[in-house]
């Protein structure tokens, strides 16, 4: 077959012509892709300007952690919010553990002394940020599955609404149910 009939060729089958040597020309610059390389380390003193800097590397380590958001009644609200979307369905709406699944997963009642009063507020982070047993994690993606779906203020703010108006929120909706 002459030159000419194979470039008519191509031109007559455009699917099979779709990797010629000058169709990637556009993206192999000289410049550094997503990924490629060694990432440049961040100048020193450099500071985050949003977020809130964590170190804990499991969750045995957020036991004494401090919460550094404010119970505030917007963070409540918040947390509130986050509660429903991805806590309820295993613990129950009002926390109760009382959920279709609640006692097929086996969840447990978040509005007893235990978790009220024993469990620390650094724990509560951690047991949302690592998962526990059968329960998944919400802050890292783990070899077991879980997700990083909420950031770590987001998480706080769960925290300060377990701790501040969940059991509020648990007597209100058993009295409306009478
Ligand atoms: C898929 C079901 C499921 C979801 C969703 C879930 N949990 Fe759990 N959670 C459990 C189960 C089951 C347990 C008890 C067994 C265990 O520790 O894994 C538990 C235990 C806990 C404990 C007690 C930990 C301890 O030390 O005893 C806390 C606190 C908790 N969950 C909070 C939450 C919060 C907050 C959310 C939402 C961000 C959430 N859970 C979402 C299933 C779930």
Not at 12 to 39: C, F, H, R, Y
Not at 55 to 69: F, H, K, Q, Y
Not at 88 to 112: E, F, N, Q, W, Y
Request: aromatic content about 8%; overall charge negative; proline content about 6%.
């Amino acid at each position: 077959m002459k030159k000419t009939s194979l470039i008519f060729a191509a031109l007559l089958a455009p699917g099979a012509a779709l990797a010629w040597p000058w169709s990637t020309d556009m993206m192999n610059q000289p410049s550094i892709k997503p990924q490629e390389g060694v990432m440049t380390p961040f100048p020193s003193r450099s500071v985050p300007v949003t977020g809130i800097p964590t170190i804990v590397a499991n969750r045995e380590e957020t036991r004494g952690m401090v919460n550094p958001v404010d119970a505030s009644e917007a963070s409540i609200k918040q947390g509130r919010n986050l509660y429903m979307i991805y806590c309820a369905v295993c613990h129950g709406r009002t926390g109760k553990a009382d959920s279709p699944v609640s006692s097929k997963v086996g969840a447990i009642d978040l509005t007893d002394a235990y978790v009220q009063n024993d469990l620390s507020e650094g724990w509560l982070w951690g047991t949302i940020t690592f998962g526990s047993y059968v329960m998944p994690s919400y802050g890292v993606v783990t070899e077991e599955g879980g997700s990083n779906d909420l950031s770590v203020e987001e998480r706080w703010h769960v925290v300060n609404y377990i701790k501040h108006a969940l059991v509020e929120d648990a007597a209100a909706a058993a009295v409306a149910a009478k």
